[in-house]
């Protein structure tokens, strides 16, 4: 494996009155990516946030912005999450109308391009589009709330991807935390997306280093 550990501590789970802050807080706690959950209430049952909070939030951040799109149609906001500043936009699978199309337009608009795919998602779904996305995301829990418990059920898909794409970044989602971080590290996710273990933690500081340090040694026993 050429990949390196990124840790992504989900926004979903700080406070939205302080986002700027909340975000400051874990950047310097040592966050890679700021995750950023996009529901529209349609393609999962919350919503949360929009491009307009995305711009706002723009010049407060230097961090990356991950943003991860929960929403039916997603074709329709690509302008916009450009606009606002968004550094990776990442639809679902299930919710496109021609994957390799949104995935150019991403591009075109000077942005990463990212692919989620729900837990019940067959991953060689994904495997024709791999090669032309920055980042594959397999989701752990069903997308739409933080909180719930990491799905095993999906660590075999994590498996099944690095294993045809060695170099890919695989992010993971839901329920990451010290009890299942090494199931999915040793699989082969290196972008870990963390909210409450994060943001419940005493030390933040101390998780993120945790999660971090656990997806090297993985990568590390991978290459040995
Ligand atoms: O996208 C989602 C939920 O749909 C996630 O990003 C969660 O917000 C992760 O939260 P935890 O499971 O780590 O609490």
């Known amino acids: 494996m050429t990949v390196v550990p990124k840790i992504a501590p989900s926004l979903l789970s700080g406070d939205f009155a302080k986002l700027a802050s909340e975000c400051q807080r874990m950047l310097d706690d040592g966050a890679d990516y700021l995750h950023m959950d996009v529901m529209d209430g349609h393609f999962v049952p919350n919503l949360t946030l929009g491009a307009p909070i995305i711009k706002s939030l723009r010049p407060h ?80 829990v069903e997308p739409g709330f933080g909180g719930q418990a990491f799905m095993t059920s999906c660590i075999e898909k994590v498996r099944k991807l690095r294993e045809k794409f060695p170099s890919l970044d695989i992010e993971v989602d839901g329920g990451l935390a010290p009890d299942t971080i090494d199931a999915a590290a040793e699989a082969g996710a290196n972008v870990i997306v963390a909210g409450s273990s994060i943001f419940k933690a005493d030390s933040p500081k101390d998780m993120i280093k945790l999660l971090r340090d656990r997806v090297q040694v993985a990568i590390d026993k991978s290459s040995a």
Request: net charge negative.
């Open 61 to 140: 951040t230097k961090g990356f912005l991950d943003c991860h799109l929960m929403v039916s149609h997603p074709e329709q906001w690509v302008d916009d999450f450009a606009k606002a500043g968004a550094d990776l936009f990442c639809f679902h699978l299930e919710a496109a109308e021609d994957t390799s199309a949104l995935v150019k337009k991403i591009h075109e608009k000077g942005m990463k391009a990212g692919i989620a795919v729900k837990p019940n998602t067959p991953i060689e779904d994904v495997f024709p589009y791999a090669g032309e996305a920055d980042q594959i995301l397999i989701m752990t």
